[in-house]
């Protein structure tokens, strides 16, 4: 069984950084997907990145593109996003999320972990 743990979240004042950690089990990913996604108060869900763990392609949303970073670990079986230039608009819950290549549904969450960006 997938399990996704997710850690890393805080508060930050505006402009400054944050690193969020999901650490992955109960599988083999190379076949997998992995992503970050957020929910804000009061609004739906939204994607942000999402990385191929076995070519480390990687897509963002473009509201994060070139402040946030997705990355993985093959050795560590976690997976990253590196958040600079933070704003009072990126606060929200971080969600980790995993499906296989073959599918379109992200059917793997974790927990989530709260970012809070101060102005």
């Known amino acids: 069984q997938v399990q996704l743990v997710e850690s890393g979240g805080g508060l930050v004042q505006a402009g400054g950084s944050l690193r969020l950690s999901c650490a992955a089990s109960?599988?083999?990913?190379?076949?997998?997907?992995m992503a970050w996604f957020r929910q804000a108060p009061g609004k739906e869900r939204e994607f942000v990145a999402r990385?191929?763990?076995?070519?480390?392609?990687?897509y963002y949303a473009d509201s994060v593109k070139g402040r946030f970073t997705i990355s993985r670990d093959s050795a560590k079986n976690t997976e990253y996003l590196q958040m600079n230039s933070l704003k009072p608009e990126d606060t929200a819950v971080y969600y980790c999320?995993?499906?296989?290549?073959?599918?379109?549904?992200?059917?793997?969450w974790g927990q989530g972990t709260q970012v809070t960006v101060s102005s």
């Open positions: 999320a995993a499906r296989l290549l073959v599918t379109q549904t992200f059917n793997y």
């Open positions: 109960g599988r083999t990913f190379s076949a997998y997907t």
């Open positions: 990385i191929n763990w076995g070519s480390g392609s990687t």
